[in-house]
């Protein structure tokens, strides 16, 4: 049973340009949730999908947009792109209920902003 | 408002000794409270989960967290530090979302880096 997945691996893109990094969940898992994490930080919660909507949103700008496609699989676009930018972003996947049964996490995109 | 505070941005132990790591939480809400383990270069793996049953929580590798109520405190031990166990660890919290009271959400402490001599 494939977790979840991320593509790319890595990314290099320059000020000022647009970035999209994708991500399917793990079978079975309807919710996707993305955070970022900057370099010797802990991850931050940027957004959250479910049926196609995004449901819940972190502190983010609106530079940070997604998509979610009916077989759950997802988007997070980054516009006008800020060295700031550059983190590894992280995927989660799980299943929306009231109890919580955990998380299952990709790997990551590490995006670099030069 | 959730929040969580590791105590040590860095914790060294020499192989085969004890491992604490420590973690004091904010929570409004009764929390769900987690542990994750990040290796260099890989995503986050799920070590143990606290969802308001046992407060002693057993999870995988030999590791365990007690949740302490009147002290806000969800610490992560190991009795004896293998080598394999130099990671960076997260202690998380869990919080419900705005929609239907569902999808939670996690707010994450900003890690401890356990470094483990041979």
């Known amino acids: 049973d494939a977790g979840v997945t991320q593509s790319p691996t890595h990314l290099i893109k320059t000020r000022g340009q647009q970035v999209t990094l994708r991500c399917s969940p793990k079978?079975?898992?309807?919710?996707v949730s993305w955070y970022q994490q900057a370099l010797g930080q802990g991850p931050q919660f940027i957004f959250q999908?479910?049926?196609?909507?995004?449901?819940q949103r972190g502190n983010f700008p609106d530079r940070f947009s997604g998509h979610q496609f009916p077989n759950y699989s997802s988007e997070l676009n980054v516009n006008a792109l800020l060295l700031g930018d550059s983190a590894l972003y992280l995927c989660?996947?799980?299943?929306?209920?009231?109890?919580?049964?955990?998380?299952?996490f990709g790997s990551g995109t590490r995006l670099t902003v030069v | 408002a959730q929040s969580v505070t590791q105590l040590d941005s860095h914790v060294s132990v020499s192989e085969g000794t004890p491992v604490l790591l420590r973690c004091n939480y904010s929570?409004?809400?009764?929390?769900?409270l987690f542990w994750y383990v990040q290796h260099p270069n890989k995503g986050l793996q799920l070590l143990l989960k606290?969802?308001?049953?046992?407060?002693l929580v057993k999870g995988i590798n030999g590791f365990e967290a007690e949740f302490k109520k009147s002290e806000t405190s969800f610490h992560l031990t190991k009795p004896s530090a293998h080598m394999s166990d130099a990671a960076e660890y997260f202690c998380?919290?869990?919080?419900?979302?705005?929609?239907?009271?569902?999808?939670?959400?996690?707010?994450f402490g900003g890690g401890t880096r356990l470094m483990v001599k041979p």
């Open positions: 929570s409004s809400y009764s929390p769900s």
């Open positions: 606290y969802t308001s049953a046992a407060t």
């Open positions: 999908y479910y049926e196609e909507e995004e449901r």
């Open positions: 079978s079975g898992h309807d919710t």
């Open positions: 989660a996947s799980s299943v929306l209920d009231r109890a919580v049964r955990g998380y299952t």
């Open positions: 998380v919290v869990s919080h419900p979302g705005s929609y239907n009271n569902a999808g939670n959400m996690l707010t």
